[in-house]
C-alpha cells in the first residue's frame, strides 16, 4: 500500500501530454497603501482617542468654569471660545490670553496643557514604535513593490531558481 493517499501525482496530467507550468499571473489590484494605512490607523487609534479625549475635556471643563470679562463682570466663556482657546493652547502653549482669566481657569488650562503634552508624548512614542516596526516596514516595503510592478508597461516572465535549469530558460527567454 503506497504512503500517499494519491496513487499517482496530483498535479501530473493523466493524458500524458506535457503541461506548461507558465502561467499569466495578474497582480491584485487592492492598493496596499490601505494596507499601510490600516496598519497605522489600528495601531494609532488609542492615541488618537486620547488626544480627542484630552482636547473635549479640556474644551468643556474651560467652559464651566467662572471667569471675568474685560469690566470685571462674571462671564463664561462659550464652548467655541473655549475650544479655540484649548486649541492653540495645545498646539502652541498660547500666544496670549483672550479674555482676563481667573486662577481657577488657569489652573484648569495648566493641567489641560500637561495633560495634552502627555497625550502628545504617547501619541509620538507610539507613532515613532510602529515605524520601527518589522511589520509595518515590511507592508511598506511591499506597497513600494507592487507600485514598481505597476510601472512595468512591458511583458516579463518570473524565474524562481537561478541554478543550472534556471540559467538555461533565462539565456533561451532572453534570445528571444
Do not use: C
Amino acid at each position: 500500500m503506497p504512503l500517499s493517499p494519491f496513487s499517482e501525482r496530483p498535479w501530473s496530467r493523466r493524458d500524458g501530454m506535457h503541461v506548461s507550468r507558465r502561467q499569466v499571473v495578474t497582480i491584485p489590484d487592492d492598493s496596499t497603501n490601505s494596507v499601510v494605512f490600516l496598519i497605522l490607523m489600528r495601531r494609532l487609534r488609542s492615541p488618537m482617542l486620547i488626544l480627542v479625549a484630552i482636547l473635549t475635556i479640556s474644551t468643556f471643563g474651560m467652559s464651566q468654569i467662572d471667569g471675568v470679562d474685560f469690566d470685571g463682570n462674571p462671564r463664561r466663556l462659550t464652548v467655541f471660545e473655549s475650544f479655540y482657546f484649548m486649541t492653540y493652547t495645545a498646539a502652541t502653549v498660547g500666544y496670549t490670553e483672550l479674555f482676563p482669566y481667573t486662577s481657577a481657569q488657569r489652573m484648569w488650562v495648566t493641567a489641560s496643557i500637561y495633560a495634552g503634552v502627555l497625550g502628545w508624548a504617547y501619541a509620538l512614542g507610539t507613532f515613532f514604535s510602529i515605524v520601527g516596526d518589522q511589520t509595518f516596514r515590511d507592508a511598506v516595503g511591499l506597497a513600494r513593490f507592487r507600485r514598481a510592478v505597476h510601472r512595468i508597461n512591458e511583458p516579463f516572465h518570473i524565474i524562481a531558481g537561478f541554478g543550472h535549469t534556471g540559467r538555461l530558460v533565462s539565456k533561451g527567454a532572453h534570445h528571444r
